[in-house]
């Protein structure tokens, strides 16, 4: 695994539970909003942390944080992403996947094989829009068998939005909450600069 940065405890990333975050480096979008493009843009990547480091913070933090939130960048597009979780599961950690949706092959072998406890998808914009957004090209059927996939696992689970104002519109919202039938959807603001240089601060503390 190819990992940026880690949160070492946060109460608002993972539903109900204590959690540390793990970034994985590398996405197939580049969302005119991404808060994390060191984490995007090959260039600007640094020095990929060790897993054997994560692995060593996890094992020192068992018995006060309960789980770990894998993010990115696009987590899915690793290989090793089941192998990685099974070690994160071997802890006793809960296992929270963030994605955009892109891979629903990995998706569904995380489901398959009980690694994952929490999936959070993003809906970036109403499928129509999504180019406007992540400036690629996307296949929507993908996301749609992501969005069937999550739905139908039984597991606990999130539809979310970044409300960017300047590309969304108020119909674009409704749209969202209609492909979601409302159900597990949440709307969030689209942060300005200053916050998102804050955040990639938190991503280089040393761990
Ligand atoms: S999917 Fe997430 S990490 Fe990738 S470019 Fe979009 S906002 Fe950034």
């Given at each position: 695994m190819k990992i940026g940065g880690l949160i070492k405890f946060t109460l608002i990333d993972f539903p109900?539970?204590?959690a540390a975050v793990v970034?994985?480096?590398g996405c197939n979008f580049r969302c005119r909003y991404c808060h994390n493009p060191e984490l995007v843009y090959p260039h600007l990547f640094t020095e990929p942390v060790a897993e054997e480091e994560?692995?060593?913070?996890?094992?020192?933090?068992?018995?006060?944080?309960?789980g770990v939130v894998?993010?990115?960048?696009?987590?899915?597009?690793?290989?090793?992403?089941?192998?990685?979780?099974a070690r994160i599961k071997a802890l006793g950690y809960a296992v929270k996947l963030d994605t955009n949706g892109s891979?629903?092959?990995?998706?569904?072998?995380?489901?398959?094989?009980?690694?994952v406890d929490y999936i959070a998808m993003d809906l970036k914009a109403p499928l129509d829009k999504y180019r406007e957004i992540t400036e690629v090209d996307t296949n929507t059927d993908i996301l749609r068998k992501s969005m069937?996939?999550?739905?139908?696992?039984?597991?606990?689970?999130?539809?979310?939005?970044?409300?960017?104002?300047?590309?969304?519109?108020?119909?674009?919202?409704?749209?969202l909450k209609q492909l979601?039938?409302?159900?597990?959807?949440?709307v969030q603001e689209c942060l300005p600069v200053a916050k998102e240089?804050?955040?990639?601060?938190?991503?280089?503390?040393?761990?």
């Open positions: 109900g539970r204590p970034f994985t480096q994560i692995f060593s913070f996890l094992q020192r933090r068992q018995g006060s944080l309960e894998v993010s990115g960048g696009e987590p899915t597009l690793h290989d090793d992403l089941p192998a990685f979780m891979r629903p092959d990995m998706i569904q072998e995380l489901i398959d094989k009980k690694l069937d996939l999550i739905r139908q696992s039984g597991l606990a689970y999130e539809f979310r939005t970044t409300y960017d104002k300047e590309v969304l519109t108020e119909a674009d919202i409704e749209n979601t039938d409302n159900i597990h959807y949440r240089k804050a955040t990639l601060k938190v991503l280089h503390k040393e761990i």
